[in-house]
């Protein structure tokens, strides 16, 4: 299929999708790079195999093979691979606007997009969520949820015109949906930005719920997409930094700073450089704000709970380094800057969310009450770090 790579309005490039094996067989022009996904503009320039980048990208922007249950979702949707999703619907997304245009066409981005458009969700969150094996073919494979990247179940709902994005927990993993608000609680009384997550119930399982960050006017571009190919690993921190000021993004460290803060606290293992970045305007393409933290559900992991101690084994994340926790304060410039007395009675109130739904989710009172000692004793130890500086 000839068509135009579009970013909303403005026609990046001219090229040839092979819909059978779902590659860019063939660049005819290109007409704004400046355009382009961040990380294409930048192997354009860098003259590297810019039509696999193109590829690569757009496969990446797709349900990814390492989905939770994968099969299972492939199998309800009669299709092989999620890659014949890509296409659908344009390519477009609810987390940034590009979109395929068959070229010769008169479609306009107005006509389609999933901000303006509403969109059928039930029915893919019923076959995400449901445990029984049957498929649908009642399944719109109209909608944003071919382009979701990640490796929990999610799907995106409309609620009283608001987009919402569900996110299930790991196989029979009950954990990141809490987990999630928990970092918000954080968030709001530390006063981090952040995206506001709460708790839903779909067929019987808690899932969590937080609003669209993205509007028709911006996108998110990840860190791996500013980063990759584009700094020296070893330094990437400091390089991220200066690029995001160099592109006007205000408080651009103090931000960064706030989210390790959250992830020392929550024992967050997954801040890989797809849970961060910023957001661009996609018309004039200023860099505006890092984007609100999201994506923390993969913390207080606890590996055993003996009696005597609650046995931990996970490691942080920073940047292309795997470290333990305490890592993450020794970047931190300026550590007196957080009151952790405004966490004052946060425990309780986690501690009386997991009871709330425990009916649900057959967490134990003792599992819930080691989960709560150990949110308490990360933020006694990070109390004592403070002081002690
Ligand atoms: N509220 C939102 N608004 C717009 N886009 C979002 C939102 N939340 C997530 N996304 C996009 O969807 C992607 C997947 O979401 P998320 O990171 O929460 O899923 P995940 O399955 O937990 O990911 P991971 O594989 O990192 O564990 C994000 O990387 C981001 O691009
Ligand atoms: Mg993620």
């Known amino acids: 299929m000839k068509c135009i790579l579009m970013n909303k309005n403005i026609e990046v490039l001219v090229a040839e999708y092979d819909q059978e094996i779902k590659v860019f067989s063939k660049i005819y022009e290109i007409k704004n790079i400046k355009y382009a996904p961040f990380q294409l503009e930048n192997a354009y320039y860098k003259k590297e195999t810019f039509r696999a980048s193109l590829s690569e990208w757009f496969v990446g922007r797709g349900i990814p093979s390492w989905r939770d249950d994968l099969d299972i979702l ?75 990247d990640g490796r929990l179940k999610k799907t995106w709902i409309i609620e009283n015109k608001t987009r919402y994005l569900l996110k299930g927990g790991y196989k029979n993993e009950v954990m990141q949906p809490f987990n999630e608000v928990l970092a918000t609680m954080i968030c709001k009384r530390m006063g981090f930005k952040h995206v506001p997550y709460e708790l839903a119930i779909v067929n019987d399982k808690v899932v969590s719920k937080c609003p669209c960050f993205i509007t028709k006017d911006t996108e998110l571009i990840s860190a791996y997409q500013i980063l990759h190919n584009n700094c020296h ?33 929550m024992l967050n293992e997954d801040r ?49 380094e795997s470290n333990n926790f305490d890592y993450l304060l020794t970047k931190i410039k300026d550590i007196k800057r957080y009151d952790l007395n405004k966490l004052d009675g946060l425990c309780d109130e986690f501690d009386s969310l997991l009871h709330k739904y425990s009916s649900i989710t057959h967490m134990t009172d003792r599992r819930i009450d080691k989960i709560c000692t150990l949110l308490m004793s990360r933020i006694n130890k990070l109390k004592r770090y403070i002081k002690s500086v």
């Open 74 to 148: 492939l199998s309800k949707l009669n299709i092989s691979t999620p890659k014949e999703l890509l296409d659908k619907a344009f390519g477009l997304s609810l987390s940034d606007q590009y979109w395929l245009k068959p070229y010769n066409s008169n479609i306009k981005y107005d006509d389609i997009n999933f901000f303006d458009h509403d969109f059928q969700g039930s029915e893919f969150t019923n076959i995400t969520f449901s445990s029984s094996n049957t498929s649908s073919n009642k399944v719109s494979l109209i909608s944003p949820n071919n382009t979701t």
């Open 233 to 265: 690993k070893n330094n990437a921190y400091i390089e991220y930094i200066n690029i995001l000021e160099e592109h006007g993004i205000k408080n651009a460290r103090e931000n960064l700073e706030d989210m390790f803060i959250l992830d020392y606290l």
């Open 272 to 320: 890989h450089l797809g849970n961060f970045g910023i957001i661009r305007n996609v018309e004039n393409l200023k860099w505006l704000e890092t984007a609100p933290i999201f994506d923390t559900g993969q913390s207080l992991n606890i590996l055993d709970y003996n009696d005597e101690e609650l046995l931990i084994n996970g490691a942080g994340r920073f940047f292309y």
